[in-house]
């Protein structure tokens, strides 16, 4: 795990909830593990969610119950190590995998290699074929970065909210004089007003849109990820500094990476199709 903890995205990344899942084994391990810490449960909008619904999360708690499923199932588990490709035994054949930690670069080799990488690196590396982005035209879905915001008084601001158009304006200032900078390629909220959203004419202080990210490419997601970090602390002390009910607000957690729709999809001796899902 190249993290310094377990639980992939919904643990690194602020997610918050699993999205209409329908469960196995080892999620309804999960689950229960959460429900009884009191730290998940599912809510459920028949508009919009298939059953049972989403699971909503404590994402520190989520760690903790993955960690201990792995240590208990008896895995043996290896922090802050990235898995940088596939050993080859073989012209064809993959028997194991190169990684590298603060130790050094070794080889674990053994006779299957299950890559959990999300973006497909050991099999790309080892020759795999695989597809990214639309057929047309090569986009990838956006990405997403959320952060949380705590101490902030909302009945404060909602007694003494500026007026939208005037909240617009306040921060089309602060980006014009460079007090904040926006993620490049970000798109909701409008780089223009950010982190105002016009539209919903709503501060989105925590939830924002990137497109143009390929999860593939290690210099674009640390761009990216470190220019958010930078507008979270800008956002949060010009809120402190001009908006109403912020004067206490901090940053409470930041993720350590984006939340990623796609990468490379492998094509292996099947491809799962859209209706062996629906199916």
Same mark, same amino acid.
């Given at each position: 795990?190249?993290l310094?903890?377990?639980?992939?995205m919904?643990?690194?990344?602020? =997610?918050v909830?699993?999205?209409d899942t329908?469960?196995? &084994?080892?999620?309804d391990e999960?689950?229960e593990?959460l429900?009884?810490m009191?730290?998940?449960?599912y809510?459920?909008?028949?508009?919009t969610?298939?059953?049972?619904?989403?699971f909503?999360?404590?994402a520190?708690t989520?760690?903790?119950?993955?960690m201990?499923?792995?240590?208990d199932?008896?895995?043996?588990v290896l922090l802050?190590?990235v898995?940088?490709g596939?050993?080859?035994?073989?012209?064809?054949?993959?028997g194991g995998?190169?990684a590298?930690?603060?130790?050094?670069?070794?080889?674990?080799?053994s006779?299957?290699?299950i890559?959990?990488t999300?973006?497909?690196?050991?099999?790309?590396s080892?020759g795999a074929k695989?597809?990214k982005?639309?057929?047309e035209?090569g986009r990838?879905?956006?990405?997403n970065?959320?952060y949380?915001v705590?101490?902030?008084?909302?009945e404060a601001?909602?007694r003494n909210?500026?007026? &939208?158009?005037?909240?617009? !304006?306040?921060?089309m200032?602060a980006?014009?004089?460079g007090?904040i900078?926006p &993620?490049?390629?970000l798109?909701?909220p409008?780089a223009?007003?950010?982190p105002y959203?016009?539209?919903?004419?709503?501060l989105? =202080?925590?939830?924002w849109?990137i497109?143009?990210?390929d999860p593939?490419?290690?210099?674009?997601?640390?761009r990216t990820?470190?220019?958010?970090h930078?507008?979270? =602390?800008?956002?949060?002390r010009?809120c402190?500094?001009n908006?109403?009910?912020?004067e206490n607000?901090?940053?409470?957690? =930041?993720p350590?990476t984006?939340?990623t729709?796609?990468s !490379? !999809?492998?094509i292996?001796?099947?491809?799962l199709t859209k209706?062996?899902v629906l199916?």
């Open positions: 795990e190249q310094g903890h377990v639980g992939g919904p643990a690194s990344a602020d =997610l909830a699993f999205c329908m469960g196995g &084994p080892v999620y999960l689950v593990l429900k009884e009191d730290a998940g449960r809510f459920y909008d028949p508009e969610h298939h059953k049972p619904g989403r909503r999360f404590h520190e989520l760690k903790a119950a993955a201990k499923m792995l240590l199932s008896g895995a043996e802050h190590t898995a940088a596939a050993h080859m035994s073989g012209k064809d054949k993959v995998v190169h590298a930690n603060k130790s050094g670069q070794f080889v674990v080799k006779k299957f290699v890559d959990c999300a973006d497909g690196d050991i099999a790309a080892a695989f597809l982005g639309d057929p035209d990838i879905q956006h990405v970065f959320r949380s705590g101490g902030i008084d909302r601001f909602e909210r500026p007026a &939208p158009g005037q909240i617009r !304006r306040m921060f200032n980006i014009r004089k007090e900078a &993620p490049d390629n798109f909701a409008s223009e007003c950010f959203n016009a539209r919903k004419s709503q989105s =202080l925590a939830y849109e497109e143009k990210v593939s490419d290690a210099t674009a997601l640390s990820l470190a220019q958010c930078r507008a979270a =602390l800008e956002v949060t010009f402190r500094r908006m109403p009910g912020h607000a901090k940053i409470a957690h =930041l350590a984006l939340g729709r796609e !490379r !999809r492998i292996g001796d099947y491809v209706d062996d199916k």
